[in-house]
């Protein structure tokens, strides 16, 4: 028999509500910089962060890898994941938020409800999971930064849900998605998110790219209708990941999914949820793909942890690398900051951080981490050299010689005989990197 027995009060026992103690304090369970009523830049704190618990990491997962078995002890895991179990486990998942003064919360449907042996089963199992969410809300005032359908981890989607080469698979997606659309329209949900996990290949010699790449255009298009039809007023997010689970993902990075969005006509409706992690799976910086999604007007949200250096999967751990959080920060601000999007922690503690105060430790410090780089980023703009460096390097574009080459009646041939005219002589300019750098080096 499971060990759901216990009540919430008593999982996370002797923690009190995280407090904001200030940079001195000594006290391991207190926010240093995360002080949330603070205004930097003419926003609260809490606002600019709009920080996140993603459930699936701290609830859901007991500390299993592929070469062992769990190693944490979270009594409600240890049995079937019956009606009690989720119950429980819901009633822990709200104590954790409450004490740590989450704003928000994140949730797949399968996270937060009992197991599911059919379709039909499926519906109300989590029918009943969201009444349980909606009573919790409406008690703590937490609220849903964004929802999200598990497409990945059941053994039916090992080939893929939208791209599965069985159209039933589909249509069982479909019914997933229509139901955790819904149910996060009426918990008040800011985002909807997709991650496409197994949407891509593990070789091609068994695989139509072509049509798997309609099969999920066709199944993004539907979500967009379905948005549209039931009133959801938050964006549908694309979560960017090149590969892990499978060989290849469809969904590799912001650029790849912006050219997808263009192709399937779907850029105005849908915009990406870009992860530390998966950016430098890709290959890119994390503030490359802010900065791009920024540039490409699609940034929606941000899941917030970070990988190691040396190994090449996707560790999730907790950020705490001050300069990437001071730039992270600052992309963001540059981008004018989060409109329904938040800072989602898809981070867990390591397998040896057993005790369930482990948990505490790596959100507050990734609370801290963020609320620091805030600082670093607002210190930053204020000092306005960094701003003024970039505006005077592209200055030439907003005068004359600029303007002429995007005149609605510009030519090449045009622009080509005034250069010959005028005889242009380009003069090489300094990037000052190093300077720079050492500018920002300053702020963190
Ligand atoms: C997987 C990942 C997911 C998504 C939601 O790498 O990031 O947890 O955030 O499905
Ligand atoms: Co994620």
Not at 193 to 217: A, F, H, I, M, S
Not at 286 to 311: K, M, T, V, W
Not at 379 to 402: P, S
Request: glycine share 10%.
């Amino acid at each position: 028999m499971p060990d759901t027995a216990y009540r919430s009060e008593t999982y996370f026992k002797g923690v009190e509500r995280i407090a904001f103690e200030g940079p001195d304090s000594e006290n391991p369970l207190a926010y240093r910089y995360y002080d949330k009523d603070r205004v930097v830049l003419g926003k609260r704190m809490e606002d600019h962060l709009r920080f996140a618990v993603c459930y699936w990491h701290s609830f859901c997962w007991d500390g299993v890898d592929v070469f062992g078995q769990g190693t944490f002890k979270r009594p409600w895991l240890a049995g079937a994941m019956n009606r009690e179990a989720a119950a429980a486990k819901m009633a822990v998942a709200f104590e954790f938020l409450e004490k740590l003064g989450a704003p928000f919360f994140c949730f797949h449907d399968v996270d937060v409800m009992a197991q599911a042996e059919t379709l039909k089963e499926h519906a109300s199992h989590f029918a009943e999971a969201v009444d349980g969410l909606e009573a919790h809300m409406a008690r703590s005032k937490v609220k849903v930064l964004w929802g999200t359908a598990n497409l990945f981890s059941h053994p039916r989607f090992a080939a893929g849900a939208a791209t599965n080469p069985d159209p039933d698979v589909f249509a069982f997606a479909a019914t997933q998605v229509r139901l955790c659309l819904e149910a996060t329209k009426r918990l008040g949900g800011a985002n909807y998110v997709l991650w496409g996990g197994r949407e891509g290949y593990d070789t091609l010699l068994n695989t139509d790219l072509k049509r798997e790449l309609d099969q999920l255009g066709r199944f993004l298009a539907l979500a967009v209708e379905h948005k549209h039809k039931i009133g959801f007023s938050g964006p549908l997010l694309i979560e960017p990941k090149p590969h892990e689970p499978t060989k290849h993902q469809y969904d590799f990075d912001t650029a790849s999914v912006y050219g997808f969005l263009l192709r399937y006509g779907l850029e105005k409706d849908v915009k990406v949820n870009i992860e530390a992690n998966h950016a430098t799976l890709a290959g890119h910086s994390f503030e490359h793909e802010i900065a791009l999604a920024d540039s490409l007007g699609i940034l929606g949200s941000i899941d917030i942890n970070r990988g190691d250096p040396q190994n090449g999967w996707d560790t999730d751990q907790f950020p705490n690398d001050p300069s990437e959080m001071v730039m992270t920060l600052y992309r963001l601000i540059k981008a004018g900051g989060f409109t329904t999007g938040g800072f989602n922690f898809d981070a867990k503690v390591r397998r040896q951080s057993i005790d369930p105060i482990d948990m505490f430790h790596g959100h507050v410090g990734g609370v801290d981490a963020l609320a620091r780089g805030l600082l670093g980023a607002a210190a930053l703009i204020e000092n306005g050299k960094l701003d003024e460096f970039v505006a005077a390097r592209y200055a030439g574009w907003d005068k004359d010689a600029g303007k002429k080459i995007f005149a609605k009646d510009a030519t090449l041939a045009g622009i080509a005989d005034a250069a010959l005219k005028a005889n242009v002589a380009p003069k090489p300019v300094s990037g000052r990197q190093e300077y720079l750098e050492n500018l920002v080096n300053r702020f963190v």
